[in-house]
């Protein structure tokens, strides 16, 4: 723990963050699907860009 301007930080190993939460959230958690994730990612890119390139320009 550091503590900075009155704030506290800690540290957490990936354990302990799994630990939290299934603590805090159980069996609703789901393992992430890396190849998905990252096509789900180029996909909101690619859609971000075709709306900035076709929007109508402000007169």
């Known amino acids: 723990m550091t503590e ?17 939460l299934l603590t805090d959230f159980g069996g609703k958690l789901q393992p992430v699907d890396g190849v998905k994730l990252s096509r789900q990612k180029q996909q909101q890119a690619k859609a971000a860009v ?7 320009p402000n007169t």
């Open 50 to 56: 075709y709306k900035t390139r076709f929007s109508k």
């Open 4 to 20: 900075i301007n009155g704030l506290k930080t800690y540290t957490l190993s990936p354990s302990e963050i799994e630990a939290l």
